[in-house]
């Protein structure tokens, strides 16, 4: 029977490393995309899934059981891509699959679709500009917004859990994804008039 990530936790503060191993097994793919869309680098996004589990290892005494692992190791993972965004002042997030993608179906997969299938060459070509209108609106969103926009369209996290994992208030949360909402129909909206 596979053990729970909080048995896992538990086993690794005990000083099992083949414990750690498997959460680094079970929890490298979602947060290299988390981040990949975070940084839109994926050498970058590879560094900061590196540094968060070094920090999950360096913090093993501030986890406590009663969370969700997956939030605490997401909130680890948001804020080395948040403190990343700010030194770096990076703009951008990937709508062309998971950074961590690596056949032609995984990214078809992981690809956030703004058309669906069927279109003739001209509504491709169309559906790509708004892809990539879209990809440049939410690059310049704060990345506050750009965490929790990409959380729960994305990643599609609940709010209850966006809210542990970026440590802000129910609230908060859905007044920032309200924002980030609005701040995308507004810089969208030009292009959504021209297609009409």
């Known amino acids: ?74 909130k680890i993972a948001n804020n080395a891509a948040i403190d990343h965004l700010r030194r770096r002042q990076l703009d951008t997030l990937s709508l062309d699959g998971a950074p961590h993608a690596t056949t032609p179906d995984r990214v078809e997969a992981t690809a956030l679709q703004v058309a669906g299938g069927g279109e003739s060459p001209l509504d491709e070509l169309e559906a790509r500009e708004l892809g990539s209108a879209i990809e440049r609106a939410i690059g310049r969103l704060r990345p506050e917004y750009r965490a929790c926009i990409i959380l729960r369209h994305i990643e599609d996290r609940p709010y209850e859990e966006i809210a542990a994992i970026l440590d802000l208030p129910l609230g908060t949360v859905k007044t920032y994804i309200h924002r980030a909402r609005a701040e995308l129909k507004d810089a969208l909206g030009p292009l959504r008039e021209r297609s009409e």
């Open 1 to 74: 029977m596979a053990r729970s990530d909080v048995q896992l936790m538990l086993d690794v503060k005990a000083g099992d490393e083949e414990s750690f191993d498997l959460l680094l097994h079970k929890y490298r793919s979602p947060l290299l995309n988390f981040l990949g869309r975070m940084v839109h680098d994926r050498a970058t996004a590879e560094d900061l899934a590196q540094e968060t589990f070094v920090k999950v290892l360096n913090a093993l005494d501030s986890y406590r059981p009663e969370f969700k692992f997956s939030s605490w190791i997401f």
